[in-house]
């Protein structure tokens, strides 16, 4: 049963965003995918709170601020959503549980520096080469000098960049209505799916 948690210290980075659409693809596929949220804010929660009945399934899962807890059996995909400021004894948990771990980041000097301290302690706690650690980059235009930035920056982590992804209102529509780019007829969301198409893969090795 793969778990994916989605976790970056700063507030803002499109952690909900990532969390959402992982749970959405796996659910394309026919998975039974379940979604925590443990941060306080409940944003995936409320997201699925809003998913219509006709959309593929996706179940939320019982982990509060203040308590990891194994999802039940019949899962066989799991999403967790974390908060910023992630630490201590909850984000050891979170290490020790996760698959895979993705970081969103995007292209402010103020998030990059606080995702360094993350990353270092991040690779300290990783036993084994697991869990397996990638970065997204979130509300990137790719023409642009911060895109170049980003690059430079994330390549100095050592770690792989599974994808980027562009601002648009989509995100924010889809979002309002508990669906996500592989919930819509893919003509809708072209750019975005191609977009999604290294994280996917990524994600299914």
């Not at 948690?5 to 659910?27: F, M, Q």
């Not at 799991?78 to 549980?97: A, I």
């Not at 292209?107 to 301290?117: E, K, L, N, P, V």
Request: charge should be neutral; hydrophobic fraction near 40%.
């Amino acid at each position: 049963m793969p778990v994916v948690v989605v976790a970056n210290p700063k507030g803002g980075v499109g952690k909900s965003t990532l969390s959402t659409h992982i749970a959405g693809y796996w659910a394309r596929q026919g998975h039974a995918v379940m979604l925590g949220d443990v941060d306080r804010q409940q944003s995936s929660r409320l997201w699925l709170g809003l998913r219509p009945e006709a959309a593929r399934p996706i179940s939320t899962w019982e982990a509060g601020p203040d308590l990891i807890v194994k999802p039940p059996k019949g899962t066989t995909h799991v999403v967790l959503d974390t908060p910023g400021g992630l630490h201590g004894w909850r984000f050891k948990d979170v290490v020790k549980l996760a698959d895979k771990l993705i970081v969103p980041l995007q292209a402010s000097i103020f998030d990059m520096y606080a995702t360094r301290a993350f990353v270092d302690e991040l690779l300290e706690q990783r036993k084994h080469g697991k869990p397996d650690i990638g970065v997204v980059g979130m509300r990137v235009d790719g023409r642009t000098i911060a895109f170049d930035k980003l690059t430079e920056f994330v390549e100095s982590l050592g770690l792989p960049v599974l994808g980027h992804l562009r601002d648009t209102q989509n995100y924010v529509h889809l979002a309002a209505r508990g669906l996500t780019v592989f919930d819509v007829a893919p003509g809708r969301v072209e750019k975005d799916l191609a977009q999604w198409e290294g994280i996917c893969q990524w994600l299914d090795q």
